[in-house]
T-cell receptor, first 110, second 112 residues
């Protein structure tokens, strides 16, 4: 079992819809969770981080964490074509290193 | 401007010819790390460093070396590159292992 798993997609949503991206992780001791966005040919950039169970909102983005289910998600409301990218889930393992999922490719169609 | 700088950005080399990819950050970060990114596999950690003179292996360290003699620099060394090391490489830095990672622009390496 991979330490961090994501559906590779592609996930396609129409402009204005909610995009839901999911991630599961295997290490129950993980404490910090991150979502990075990576445009084609570019480096990853941080969108959200979350440490506590529940929801964390930042503009059109909401990160959701459920440690009991070992599940973290990212919701993008009012999706825009500029949101089309690959979204990487990252989980801090043992406070020593960051493990990444393979990424979910999102396409927002005008 | 806060940044992580990698060089070279693009490199084509041949099997066995030693090469070094440099990485430098200007944010005074203690933590630095190297990743390789391959289609369908996401970012896999090669080596990381918690501080000067402290380095440790990540998931895929075979065929790579690193050093951390200064806080700002963390070069990645391929002593004898092989075609399976053809990949996109990212250097990243952070205040700590649990913090936001700041990535360099990436170095695309092709080994023939």
């Amino acid at each position: 079992q991979k330490e961090v798993e994501q559906n590779s997609g592609p996930l396609s949503v129409p402009e204005g819809a909610i995009a839901s991206l999911n991630c599961t992780y295997s290490d129950r001791g993980s404490q910090s969770f991150f979502w990075y966005r990576q445009y084609s040919g570019k480096s990853p950039e941080l969108i959200m981080f979350i440490y506590s169970n529940g929801d964390k909102e930042d503009g059109r983005f909401t990160a959701q964490l459920n440690k009991a289910s070992q599940y973290v998600s990212l919701l993008i409301r009012d999706s825009q074509p500029s949101d089309s990218a690959t979204y990487l889930c990252a989980v801090n393992i043992n406070n020593n290193d960051m493990r990444f999922g393979a990424g979910t490719r999102l396409t927002v169609k005008p | 401007e806060a940044q992580v700088t990698q060089n070279p950005r693009y490199l084509i080399t041949v099997t066995g010819k030693k090469l070094t990819v440099t990485c430098s950050q200007n944010m005074n970060h203690e933590y630095m790390s190297w990743y390789r990114q391959d289609p369908g596999l996401g970012l896999r950690q090669i080596y990381y460093s918690m501080n000067v003179e402290v380095t440790d292996k990540g998931d895929v360290p075979e065929g790579y070396k690193v050093s951390r003699k200064e806080k700002r620099n963390f070069p990645l060394i391929l002593e004898s590159p092989s075609p399976n090391q053809t990949s996109l490489y990212f250097c990243a830095s952070s205040w700590g292992a649990a913090g936001e990672l700041f990535f360099g622009e990436g170095s695309r390496l092709t080994v023939l």
